[in-house]
């Protein structure tokens, strides 16, 4: 009998020793559960990253960090002790291969992108931007990007306990870089969530809240308590998504007495007001998973909130194969009851080519993961279009494979569109990686670098 693409196999999750690196050696289990001694301890530079990892870490490595955070990283670096401890997990540092498995590793390569790991040739694409989805072009207030026509995105902090290295909201999210600059907000946060709220209570048409940042677990427990004890006074809201990537990164946080006596007020008002709250995640790599992983996500569960789903990014060299996607899937939704979602296609922020995948790609990728998992729980692979929003792969209404343009339409106006009769006829593009297009496309978009031809290209934007 012919072997399966893809043979299921279950596995034990498994919390990898954290003693194995030289600077937690003495780390107690105690400390390693407390989320201040998390919040503490996270490295933010390389300084520590060569505390943590002691003579182990080569010096080629480091010096390959450096160049990248001076002249490539659009996220400054925050790691917590829970998700360094998830890279490399089987090897000490003082091992033999230690620095090459680091090189390797799918959580180091985009919590600790280093200057090898980039395009030289097009470290981004020429229609690569910050805000690359404009949505504060789309903010009908500060921080409530009004896209869809019943759905909101409140970005309520610009923090979170971790920054990864491909942040689509790079131009708001966590500290300055020497090549980026962030953008401020102007409003006071108290003010700014009151008039999100205003907004809201004046706009039934929404029904449905995305709570972001940033990460929910940045926002002090009782203001996000208050935010969306509010959110739920008004009729209208019917559906709030709270996203926390510290969930993965930071469990600790959301297994607190705090946080889960919270969640559990919050869940008791949203069951009696028929309203959903489902926490929405971001976990990328299987193993990321942990049992302390798992235990939060079903503390979120047990306080009878709706769901707890994932959203991941596919990343080239993270999760780019069937295997590593249905892998991740399979733990997501038998040892941590957590709903494989939606995985997204990399952002076309700056200098992030090395990670994007072709569409093409992401479309076999959608077929090869098809038929294992059970229908609700396949995750769709998704292509969020600037100007448009989030489309399956599949829904490409052209595809020029040659210069690496697909064209999208839609069916409801954004925000920008209110009054413009044409938004639902018009084409919108999005961009493969140059570096992957055969010869022919590559030629073309040297050639128009080198012309400085205008970005139209038969789309609108
Ligand atoms: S957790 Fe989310 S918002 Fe925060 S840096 Fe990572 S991708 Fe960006």
Redesign the pocket.
């Given at each position: 009998m012919l072997e399966q693409p893809y043979s299921y196999q279950r596995r034990e999750l498994h919390e990898p020793d954290w003693r194995r690196f030289p600077g937690w050696s003495g780390v107690t289990e105690q400390e390693w559960a407390s989320p201040q001694w998390q919040r503490a301890h996270c490295v933010k530079n390389i300084r520590q990253l060569r505390q943590v990892l002691g003579d182990g870490l080569g010096e080629a490595f480091c010096a390959d960090l450096e160049r990248d955070q001076r002249e490539r990283a659009t996220?400054s670096m925050?790691i917590p002790p829970q998700m360094v401890n998830t890279m490399v997990p089987g090897l000490a540092p003082s091992s033999a291969g230690f620095t090459e498995a680091l090189y390797a590793d799918p959580v180091r390569r985009y919590m600790i992108p280093v200057f090898s790991d980039r395009r030289t040739d097009w470290p981004s694409h020429p229609e690569a931007s910050r805000d690359s989805l404009h949505e504060a072009e789309m903010w009908a207030v500060e921080g409530l990007t009004h896209r869809y026509p019943t759905k909101v995105l409140a970005e309520v902090l610009p923090?979170?306990?971790?920054?990864?290295g491909?942040?689509?909201?790079?131009d708001l999210?966590?500290n300055p870089t020497p090549v980026v600059a962030k953008h401020k907000f102007g409003l006071a946060r108290d003010d700014r969530l009151g008039a999100m709220l205003d907004y809201l209570q004046a706009t039934p048409g929404v029904r449905d809240v995305v709570v972001?940042?940033?990460?929910v677990a940045n926002l002090p427990w009782p203001r996000l308590e208050d935010f969306v004890s509010k959110l739920m006074e008004i009729d209208s809201i019917r559906d709030i998504r709270l996203?926390?990537?510290?969930l993965m990164?930071l469990p600790q946080y959301w297994l607190s007495d705090e946080v889960r006596a919270g969640m559990e007020r919050l869940a008791t008002t949203a069951r009696r007001r028929d309203v959903s709250i489902a926490i929405h995640t971001?976990v990328n790599a299987a193993q990321s998973l942990t049992p302390a992983v798992a235990r939060a996500a079903k503390a979120m569960l047990d306080t009878g909130i709706r769901d707890v789903r994932n959203q991941g990014?596919l990343m080239r060299g993270v999760n780019d194969s069937p295997a590593q996607l249905l892998d991740l899937s399979f733990a997501l939704l038998d040892e941590a009851r957590i709903m494989p979602y939606y995985f997204y296609l990399c952002d076309m922020i700056p200098n992030s080519e090395h990670w994007r995948l072709t569409l093409g790609e992401a479309q076999q990728l959608q077929h090869k993961i098809m038929g294992y998992l059970p229908g609700f729980a396949t995750p769709r692979i998704i292509c969020d279009v600037p100007y448009v929003g989030k489309r399956w792969v599949h829904q490409v209404s052209r595809y020029d494979t040659v210069r690496g343009i697909s064209y999208w339409t839609k069916n409801y106006r954004t925000g920008v569109e209110t009054n413009d009769e044409l938004a639902l006829d018009r084409e919108y593009s999005y961009y493969d990686p140059i570096y992957r297009l055969p010869a022919e496309g590559r030629d073309w978009w040297r050639s128009r670098a080198a012309q400085e031809i205008p970005a139209a290209v038969g789309a609108a934007h």
């Open positions: 996220m925050l923090t979170c306990p971790q920054y990864c491909h942040c689509t909201r790079m999210v966590g972001s940042g940033g990460d996203a926390t990537k510290a990164g971001h990014v």
